[in-house]
């Protein structure tokens, strides 16, 4: 396989470089996840062992290593990128960017200048709606899609909506939060229905694909946390049943636990974290907005879930990127 390029000093050996794929800003998505995650739990138990801030900068470094990668991707073997832009199911992966930008802003209140943040969080929000727009023009100006190709991963430029608001609002962004949140709303339920009639009448997904059904957890938690943003901090019937209806679709994937443990690791279990991360989050705002046994006693066992999920993402990426089992030609 030869590069488009003669090659230089680059941060993946010739030949791998144009394979970098989009996905691997999911892991930023994850891991700044469990950051908020960590950082909601320190502030509710008042943990004096600051664990956020580590995680944050962790986060922080992945994300520009992540960015700086695949802008030489972009600079070296810009046809490949434009592919994976064509691609049914990658094309969804691009709003990953400015999303783990606007994860990074909510993991970084209290420890970054506001002047930082509002930067971050413009540009995050900018390249949401930029996104947003044209997956969604490709989708109805298209002659290639089918409705196989239709995955959860078609969620994640909608997420990118409704995540705009938890950022947005301490910021002070009040009427932009209500706007990106109406259309993530919206779409929201319109895709699950696409995707409910793929799942129930069509042929199952590709193995490789199934971590991406955790996803379907991601934009009722993540609407829920939104929500009691939107509302000052108040909890109502809404809220409650967005936060609901994520708790059901949690449990609903964990009843299939035997059809996730059959698959091999690759990359894409990465899907697994960042809605693991947002469920766990919503549930640590129901513990304090509600308290109870029940929220008291699932908080800490999501936490360490998500905690253990991660280091055991976190090695085996390491592991194929050793083996060379990363950064590969699609088969």
């Known amino acids: 396989m030869e590069p488009d390029m003669e090659p230089t000093q680059s941060p993946l050996p010739a030949g791998r470089l144009e394979h970098f794929p989009i996905s691997f800003f999911s892991i930023v998505m994850g891991l700044a996840g469990l950051t908020i995650a960590f950082k909601k739990v320190e502030h509710l138990w008042h943990w004096s062992l600051p664990v956020s801030p580590v995680l944050f900068y962790l986060s922080a470094?992945?994300?520009?290593?992540?960015?700086?990668?695949?802008?030489?991707?972009?600079?070296?073997?810009?046809?490949?990128?434009?592919?994976?832009?064509?691609?049914?199911?990658?094309?969804?992966?691009?709003?990953?960017?400015?999303?783990?930008l606007l994860l990074l802003v909510v993991a970084a209140e209290g420890l970054l200048p506001r002047a930082a943040l509002l930067t971050m969080w413009a540009?995050?929000?900018?390249?949401?709606?930029?996104?947003?727009?044209?997956?969604?023009?490709?989708?109805?100006h298209h002659e290639k899609f089918q409705i196989q190709h239709s995955n959860p991963a078609w969620f994640i430029p909608i997420v990118g909506n409704i995540l705009v608001p938890v950022s947005g609002i301490p910021l002070g962004f009040i009427e932009i939060s209500w706007f990106f949140f109406s259309v993530g709303f919206l779409f929201w339920i319109v895709m699950l229905a696409i995707l409910m009639n793929r799942f129930f009448f069509h042929s199952p997904m590709a193995s490789k694909l199934l971590p991406t059904l955790f996803i379907l957890i991601a934009p009722p938690a993540v609407g829920f946390i939104a929500w009691t943003?939107?509302?000052?901090?108040?909890?109502?019937?809404?809220?409650?049943?967005?936060?609901?209806?994520?708790?059901?679709?949690?449990?609903?994937l964990f009843f299939q636990i035997r059809?996730?443990?059959?698959?091999?690791?690759?990359?894409?279990?990465?899907?697994?974290?960042?809605?693991?991360?947002?469920?766990?989050?919503?549930?640590?705002?129901?513990?304090?907005?509600?308290?109870?046994?029940?929220?008291?006693?699932?908080?800490?066992?999501?936490?360490?879930?998500?905690?253990?999920?991660?280091?055991?993402?976190?090695?085996?990426?390491?592991?194929?990127?050793?083996?060379?089992?990363?950064?590969?030609?699609?088969a």
């Open 61 to 100: 470094a992945i994300y520009l290593a992540v960015g700086a990668t695949y802008l030489v991707k972009l600079a070296r073997h810009r046809s490949h990128v434009v592919a994976e832009f064509n691609h049914p199911v990658r094309l969804s992966f691009f709003p990953t960017i400015p999303i783990g």
């Open 123 to 140: 540009l995050g929000t900018a390249a949401q709606l930029l996104l947003a727009l044209s997956i969604l023009s490709a989708w109805m």
């Open 229 to 252: 943003r939107l509302h000052k901090g108040a909890l109502d019937d809404t809220g409650r049943m967005l936060y609901y209806v994520a708790l059901f679709t949690t449990l609903l």
């Open 259 to 330: 059809q996730f443990m059959k698959v091999e690791f690759a990359l894409p279990w990465w899907a697994y974290s960042f809605p693991t991360a947002s469920i766990t989050i919503a549930s640590t705002l129901m513990l304090e907005k509600v308290g109870g046994t029940f929220f008291a006693v699932l908080t800490p066992l999501l936490l360490v879930f998500l905690s253990v999920m991660v280091l055991v993402l976190v090695i085996g990426t390491l592991r194929a990127m050793a083996q060379r089992g990363i950064c590969l030609p699609e």
